[in-house]
């Protein structure tokens, strides 16, 4: 073989081991290119999802009180004759609690026995007048009687305190106090809240109250809201937001168990509205029949839900039917979803932060920016 063939053959020879290193450097440059693009495609394709915030609360704050209380002062009525009672006692409705004597009414009722003893032994010849006076006055001495001496029954159940140590105290220091206090049974929250929450309440609401002191919790109803204010706005200062009227709200509890006469509680109501608030991304329109709908992530399943939209704007819509509290939905969804398929989300970037109608904060289960 000449020189010239032998040159030939080796050029071939690099020429398509050229070839072959610039064939297998272009695969290689794909395939890593193709793997960063799946890598990005699949990043692009995990789901940002929207959680509804939970419903608004009112706070009530308030103290435990009895639902019936009886103070019983004798000093206007007589001097006591006989205490039934002893401190602490508990009484049924129509318990006889003490006797009064009016020691005036004894001595108008002596007087006129002395003078129908004097008529008497004035009538000797039994005089039809006399008889007739003396008649008169033995039915005044029966009428006095009934007054004379006064029985005062419990007018509920409860439990009585004897308040003769207060009375002492109160009377040195000018003020007067009951001989004796009934206190029912059966106990109810007196509570206040601000007008802005009054009204956002409802006769009947469900209320969870908070006892303070052993940290137990209690159910209980709102059974009365007032409409007259305990403290008023001062009118010349309307524009500071720290000079509100404050109204009187009353919680009954059907169990009277753990209520005890002047705790502090604090009781919690769930505000009763419809409306919540989603991204007017996470709806799409049905053009043919006109519902509007979203897509739910049910256990990480795709469920749709028709939705009815109240208002909206650019960035949110509010929805009066359809979704609830707590429920969460696809931030931003398009028309290639369907119902059943898997939700794609990078949980462990999430970042939940609660919202409701009032508040343009979002909930969302962060993946890819939009």
Do not use: C, W
Not at 300 to 324: A, C, M, P, R, T
């Amino acid at each position: 073989m000449s020189f010239l063939e032998k040159f030939k053959n080796k050029k071939v020879m690099i020429g398509v081991s050229a070839v072959v290193i610039i064939a297998l450097g272009s695969g290689y440059f794909i395939y890593r290119n193709n793997k960063i693009n799946n890598e990005v495609n699949e990043l692009n394709a995990q789901i940002e999802t929207y959680t509804i915030a939970d419903s608004e609360k009112v706070f009530i704050n308030g103290v435990i009180v009895p639902t019936q209380t009886k103070d019983f002062n004798p000093s206007t009525e007589g001097e006591i004759s006989k205490l039934n009672v002893t401190n602490g006692k508990i009484v049924k409705q129509g318990d006889l609690l003490f006797t009064t004597k009016n020691q005036n009414i004894l001595d108008e009722i002596d007087g006129l026995k002395a003078q129908v003893n004097e008529l008497k032994k004035a009538n000797t010849e039994n005089d039809p007048t006399i008889k007739t006076e003396i008649n008169k006055i033995n039915a005044q001495i029966s009428a006095l009687d009934k007054k004379a001496y006064v029985n005062t029954y419990a007018p509920f159940a409860g439990k009585v305190y004897l308040n003769n140590n207060e009375s002492e105290n109160n009377n040195m220091q000018g003020q007067t106090s009951s001989f004796m206090t009934l206190i029912s049974s059966t106990f109810y929250m007196q509570g206040q809240v601000s007008e802005q929450d009054l009204v956002k309440l409802q006769m009947d609401d469900p209320v969870d109250v908070l006892v303070f002191s052993n940290n137990k919790n209690l159910s209980g109803r709102i059974s009365f809201i007032s409409d007259r204010p305990t403290t008023n706005t001062n009118e010349m200062n309307m524009g500071n937001q720290g000079n509100m009227s404050y109204y009187d709200v009353n919680v009954s509890f059907e169990n009277q168990e753990g209520l005890v006469n002047g705790f502090h509680v604090q009781g919690s109501v769930k505000v009763n509205n419809s409306l919540v608030k989603v991204p007017t991304t996470a709806i799409l329109e049905n053009k043919e029949d006109g519902t509007a709908y979203v897509f739910k992530d049910l256990d990480g399943i795709l469920k749709k839900q028709i939705v009815e939209i109240h208002d909206k704007n650019e960035e949110f819509s509010v929805i009066s039917s359809g979704l609830e509290p707590n429920d969460i939905v696809i931030r931003y969804i398009s028309p290639e979803m369907k119902e059943g398929d898997p939700v794609n989300t990078d949980n462990a970037g999430a970042n939940n932060t609660p919202s409701n109608v009032d508040d343009s904060t979002e909930t969302t289960t962060e993946g890819a920016e939009n």
